[in-house]
T-cell receptor
Framework: GENVEQHPSTLSVQEGDSAVIKCTYS??????FPWYKQELGKGPQLIID?????GEKKDQRIAVTLNKTAKHFSLHITETQPEDSAVYFCAAPQGGKLIFGQGTELSVKP | DAGVIQSPRHEVTEMGQEVTLRCKPI?????LFWYRQTMMRGLELLIYFNNNVPIDDSGMPEDRFSAKMPNASFSTLKIQPSEPRDSAVYFC??????????FGPGTRLTVL
C-alpha cells in the first residue's frame, strides 16, 4: 500500500520568509497529491493539489512541485504571514482513499 | 451550502458508555469518510463509504466501533462501550469522487 512520509514535523520562520515542506510517497502509480491546512480547532482544508501530468502548480503565494521520478512533492509558501501558521498535511491516494502524512506545524513569527 | 456538519462538537462521557457521532455530508457528494485525529497517531482513516455503501473499514480499531450510512445525507459513528483511549477528535469528510475532500469541524470526544 501507499506510504507517505512528511518532513519536517515542525517549522518556524520569520514573517516574509519562505517555507518549504516535503513529502515522499511509495506507490509509483499515485497520480493526485493534495495539501491540506488545519488551523487550530478546525478541520483540515484543501489549499492546493497537483496531478501527475504537471510538475508545478501555483496559486498566489503557494505552490506545489512534483518529482515523479524521485516520488516526492513539496509545498512552497512565499512571503509568509502570521495567518499561515497552522498544521499542513500532504496526502497521496491508495485505492479510493487518501493516505495522509504526519503533518508539519508551521509557525510564522512576526 | 453549509459544508459538512458534525454533531455534537464536544462530547464528554464516562468509560463504558455508548457514544454516537453524527455527520451530514455536503449535498451531492458520493464519498463519506470518518477520520480520527490524535497527537500520537495523527490523522487516521477509520472507514469510508461510496454511495452509502461501506467500502473499506480496515481502519476501524476494533469491534467496539461501528459506522452506518442509512442515506446520502446522514452517517453515524458509534463507539460501544467507550474507553479512555478513544479520546480524540473525530472528523467526517465528504467528496465528489475521493479527491477533494471537505472536512467537517470535528467532534472532540473525551472519555473519562
Amino acid at each position: 500500500g501507499e506510504n507517505v512520509e512528511q518532513h519536517p514535523s515542525t517549522l518556524s520562520v520569520q514573517e516574509g520568509d519562505s517555507a518549504v515542506i516535503k513529502c515522499t510517497y511509495s506507490d509509483s502509480a499515485s497520480n493526485y497529491f493534495p495539501w491540506y491546512k488545519q488551523e487550530l480547532g478546525k478541520g483540515p482544508q484543501l489549499i492546493i493539489d497537483i496531478r501527475s501530468n504537471v510538475g508545478e502548480k501555483k496559486d498566489q503565494r503557494i505552490a506545489v512541485t512534483l518529482n515523479k521520478t524521485a516520488k516526492h512533492f513539496s509545498l512552497h509558501i512565499t512571503e509568509t504571514q502570521p495567518e499561515d501558521s497552522a498544521v499542513y498535511f500532504c496526502a497521496a491516494p491508495q485505492g479510493g482513499k487518501l493516505i495522509f502524512g504526519q503533518g508539519t506545524e508551521l509557525s510564522v513569527k512576526p | 451550502d453549509a459544508g459538512v456538519i458534525q454533531s455534537p462538537r464536544h462530547e464528554v462521557t464516562e468509560m463504558g458508555q455508548e457514544v454516537t457521532l453524527r455527520c451530514k455530508p455536503i449535498s451531492g457528494h458520493d464519498y463519506l469518510f470518518w477520520y480520527r485525529q490524535t497527537m500520537m497517531r495523527g490523522l487516521e482513516l477509520l472507514i469510508y463509504f461510496n454511495n452509502n455503501v461501506p467500502i473499506d473499514d480496515s481502519g476501524m480499531p476494533e469491534d467496539r466501533f461501528s459506522a452506518k450510512m442509512p442515506n446520502a445525507s446522514f452517517s453515524t459513528l458509534k463507539i460501544q462501550p467507550s474507553e479512555p483511549r478513544d479520546s480524540a477528535v473525530y472528523f467526517c469528510a465528504s467528496s465528489f469522487g475521493y479527491h477533494e475532500q471537505f472536512f467537517g469541524p470535528g467532534t472532540r470526544l473525551t472519555v473519562l
